[in-house]
């Protein structure tokens, strides 16, 4: 018998190609802003530009990076309060937006969030920041952005591999989303969905970089896929790559692409239904295998060292995540199952090889 408490986040979200600068310009227009603050990393400008042309910029703000160190943002907050901002549109991937809700987070501004990856912050009510090299993650309504436009054509400009590490962040987030904290039939639903778009999108991608039923199809992905992993919470994989990102500065989606299978790994064993709707979504009798087959056919990264991440940092990271793991986890993580998973992480071992798993 279902038994279960669900929150649905609220906000509108605008979907079409091409349509983001009016998409934009309706919203602005809608919510009554006079003053609007333009967030966009340096490289995303030139888009950015383009999406707000009809519309009345007060501010532009390029001083973006990953896992939002704690002083870019506080410079960000005081440039949004000098010059009275009224609403912030965040053009770009999870650092641009991750940026627009550290304001958010302390001046209450809102956030039109308008993606050019496949990260889903912009369907969460989740912010992060860092500080002395620990990633804090938190959770605060102010943060979710009011409207999000998506347009497939602003992520036709994101290369190749980029575009399949960020397609399995967003896969990340769906099954995490099926053994966190807050997992219910309905995320559950929503995370399946989101597996099976990524997936056939993301395979397209990877036939034809340009293909635009693939971006389309990867983008909508995205969005069930941070829809399920806001209600659900973070799990057992996202704390330990908020770690590895905020503590060592691993690059955010591949660090999540190539923990995934780990983790899956992992837990498939204990969660049979979990794993069945993986597999289910993926065209395949197995979890662990469709996975493996996924990432086989978009040449997927597949281990940390790659990424920059030594097997040296090992000890310190359990330190570290193991006091965050989620007593929800199906699995109960020991200090030497969670060694052998990052080691095979780091060595780019197969999912669930390390024989220090079966402690």
């Not at 804090?136 to 399949?164: C, F, H, K, N």
């Not at 909508?220 to 829809?227: K, L």
């Amino acid at each position: 018998m279902h038994d279960f408490t669900h929150v649905t986040l609220g906000q509108r979200v605008l979907f079409g190609n091409g349509r983001a600068s009016a998409h934009v310009t309706e919203e602005v227009a809608r919510l009554g802003s006079l003053r609007v603050m333009l967030i966009a990393s340096q490289s995303a400008l030139s888009s950015a530009t383009r999406v707000t042309s009809d519309i009345e910029v007060a501010v532009v703000h390029t001083d973006v990076a990953q896992h939002v160190p704690i002083a870019a943002a506080e410079e960000a907050r005081k440039r949004a309060r000098d010059t009275g901002v009224d609403l912030i549109v965040a053009v770009g991937g999870g650092s641009a937006i991750g940026l627009a809700k550290a304001i958010a987070l302390t001046e209450r501004i809102p956030i039109v969030a308008v993606p050019t990856t496949y990260a889903g912050s912009e369907a969460t009510n989740v912010w992060g920041l860092t500080e002395n090299a620990r990633k804090t993650v938190g959770i605060d309504d102010a943060v979710l952005p009011v409207s999000v436009v998506y347009d497939a054509e602003l992520t036709l400009s994101l290369p190749l591999q980029l575009s399949v590490s960020s397609g399995l962040n967003a896969l990340a987030h769906c099954i995490d989303a099926l053994w966190a904290p807050r997992a219910d039939p309905i995320n559950a639903a929503m995370a399946e969905e989101g597996i099976r778009s990524l997936a056939m999108g993301l395979r397209l991608i990877h036939e034809e970089p340009r293909s635009p039923s693939g971006r389309d199809l990867t983008l909508y992905g995205a969005y069930p896929s941070a829809v399920a992993f806001a209600s659900a919470g973070s799990a057992i994989h996202h704390k330990i790559c908020h770690v590895l990102g905020g503590t060592y500065g691993l690059p955010h989606a591949q660090t999540h692409a190539v923990v995934l299978p780990h983790v899956l790994a992992f837990n498939a064993p204990t969660a049979p239904a979990a794993a069945q709707r993986v597999a289910r979504a993926l065209g395949g009798s197995d979890a662990v295998t469709a996975l493996a087959d996924l990432y086989s056919d978009l040449g997927a990264t597949q281990n940390l060292d790659d990424l920059g991440y030594r097997a040296s940092s090992i000890e310190e990271s359990i330190d570290i995540i193991l006091p965050a793991v989620p007593a929800s986890n199906p699995r109960e993580v020991t200090r030497r199952s969670l060694a052998g998973l990052l080691h095979d992480a780091w060595a780019g071992a197969a999912p669930g090889t390390s024989t220090s798993l079966a402690a």
